[in-house]
């Protein structure tokens, strides 16, 4: 990710791959964007800075971005366990009609 694309973040956890690094090396940086602006860095790694975005987003009591809603409400209902594990009606309906049509 460039600096440009941070720039233009709404919401999200981004990580800071040193130049040249090996898939098994150290992030570089871990952070935080919320509203285009750094709110934490220095994280520990990725999964660390998801749970420290739902938490703020909890928090600070904020939406989720539109075209991401459904995959935040998947991992916040059945990832994290978070309030009623129901997802809402669009997400359910189609994925019993994905199994209906696999059984067939």
Known sequence: MEADELERMDLGVYKVI????????????????IERCTVL????????????????IYCLNLSYPKP???TFEFFQKVLMGLEDKKLSNKRTNSAKRRRNDSSR
């Open 18 to 33: 040193r130049e040249g690094a090996q898939p098994d090396d150290s992030l570089e940086d871990v952070g935080i964007i």
């Open 41 to 56: 860095q220095d994280l520990h790694d990725v999964a660390s800075g998801c749970a420290l975005l739902f938490g703020l």
């Open 68 to 70: 991401l809603r459904y």
